[in-house]
């Protein structure tokens, strides 16, 4: 475990995927030249109709039916509709006076760097070290399925783990940015029971169901931390067509169940072209194919040089070096073997 405070950080700002135009730059070639398999969205996004004009219109108003659609989705109603959970993620912080926030080397950066600007202590942990500096904690924040590996815990093990933080008015918070592919181990509604106080969920729809654009993510809670986050982010923070179109894609349970069915095979395929060039995924996350290899530098810039536009991670940055590659759709696995065989035949000649 390792500790560090404002004076001492951790790591610059978080770097994402999703930049093709910075790789453009670097690399040449435009939209058509490359396949962007850098974040974990999905590829198939919800097919949303033409927008009423009222819509854009009006100051932006969270109506009944949009509360229903929310309870037959998540389970629950008890959330905060916030402008993406990484409106969230740096609000959040400000929550609390300064304290220890328990947070994984290997997972989604943003995290740390937001409690750590806040004037926090960020312990960052290896997995196996959880159990051991739990009691240490104040907050511990985990992302379910974690980004980038795509490791699991289950709901037990979760609630677990918050009874030991809530005995001393500490805090889980669970990322499930990841999760509605199989929502199983969710922890969602156990989030608004009475006896769950500091367990903060976050989910939005941007992974699932592609529409990473609108920015619309949901704070599950006790009121108390609801209210106190709701001051914080302020009225109308959720703009009308992220609305309009969040309640649309959440009430169609046909394409949800469509979206499912496609996101497995398309990862079950792009899983198979990565082994057959030894690159073996961690996970079986649909959208999360985590590959640890050795040649890491020789690797990130022949995917590049191919037109594939993958995350690259090192052993500086999160103790590992490895590869990460979101979802494809169907239609560009063709496209995605040749290129991923050129780059590995480059990979094998230096």
């Not at 240490?136 to 980004?147: G, M, R, W």
């Not at 903060?200 to 809670?221: P, Q």
């Not at 009121?223 to 009430?251: D, F, N, R, T």
Request: contains cysteine; charged residues 15%; glycine residues 8%.
């Amino acid at each position: 475990m390792v500790d560090f405070k404002q004076d001492r950080p951790c790591h610059a700002a978080p770097l994402h995927g999703g930049n093709l135009l910075a790789v453009q730059a670097r690399f040449g070639g435009g939209d058509a030249d490359w396949l962007d398999c850098s974040t974990g969205i999905s590829p198939y996004s919800y097919p949303l109709p033409a927008m009423p004009e009222s819509v854009a219109q009006r100051l932006p108003q969270i109506s009944a039916e949009f509360w229903a659609v929310l309870e037959q989705y998540y389970g629950s109603a008890q959330c905060l509709p916030v402008a993406g959970s990484q409106a969230a993620i740096v609000a959040l912080p400000q929550l609390r006076a300064p304290c220890r926030v328990g947070v994984l080397r290997l997972s989604y950066a943003e995290h740390a760097w937001r409690w750590q600007l806040a004037g926090h202590t960020v312990c960052v942990l290896a997995r196996d070290e959880i159990d051991a500096a739990l009691d240490t904690l104040d907050v511990l924040i985990l992302v379910n399925p974690n980004n980038p590996d795509g490791h699991c815990w289950t709901a037990q093990q979760l609630l677990a783990m918050h009874a030991r933080l809530a005995a001393r008015g500490g805090w889980l918070i669970v990322d499930e940015a990841f999760i509605d592919v199989d929502a199983a181990e969710s922890v969602c509604q156990a989030a608004s029971q009475n006896n769950r106080s500091g367990l903060i969920v976050l989910r939005g729809i941007g992974k699932f169901f592609g529409l990473a654009g609108l920015r619309l993510g949901f704070v599950f809670a006790d009121p108390a931390i609801l209210a106190a986050l709701a001051q914080i982010i302020g009225p109308w923070s959720v703009s009308g067509p992220a609305l309009w179109a969040g309640q649309l894609a959440l009430a169609d349970v046909a394409w949800q169940q469509l979206q499912k069915t496609r996101l497995q095979q398309a990862g079950q395929a792009i899983r198979a072209q990565l082994m057959t060039h030894g690159l073996i995924p961690s996970s079986e996350h649909p959208l999360m194919q985590f590959c640890v290899v050795d040649q890491i530098d020789q690797w990130g810039y022949a995917l590049a040089a191919n037109g594939i536009y993958a995350r690259v991670f090192n052993t500086q940055d999160v103790g590992v070096n490895a590869l990460r590659f979101g979802a494809l759709t169907l239609q560009q696995q063709a496209q995605f073997a040749q290129r991923l065989a050129r780059a590995a035949a480059q990979v094998q000649s230096t």
